[in-house]
């Protein structure tokens, strides 16, 4: 994460965010209030659908237990329903 005051990242700002979207690399924000994060859009999307996904009831469980299923015994991708 990089760390950097908010008079050098007003300076720096397009170039600040062109690397943070381009890295998925979270920025730092600190003023004399409190500090302030910048993600990238994929990021925040990535979090957002993990905190959903957790919020299923079961979900977390469902997804330790797909995780530690071998490959040989899922079923082929053309297989699937959906």
């Not at 994460?1 to 600040?16: A, G, P, S, V």
């Not at 209030?33 to 979090?47: C, H, K, M, P, T």
């Not at 079923?75 to 329903?81: F, G, R």
């Given at each position: ?46 979090l ?17 237990e ?17």
């Amino acid at each position: 994460m990089t760390n950097i005051n908010i008079t050098n990242f007003r300076k720096d700002i397009y170039e600040l965010l062109e690397q943070t979207i381009k890295y998925n690399e979270p920025i730092n924000i600190s003023t004399k209030n409190g500090n302030a994060v910048v993600l990238s859009e994929e990021d925040y999307n990535g979090l957002m659908e993990t905190v959903y996904l957790l919020s299923v009831p079961g979900m977390k469980e469902k997804l330790l237990e797909g995780k530690d299923t071998p490959l040989e015994d899922c079923i082929k991708e053309d297989e699937v329903e959906w």
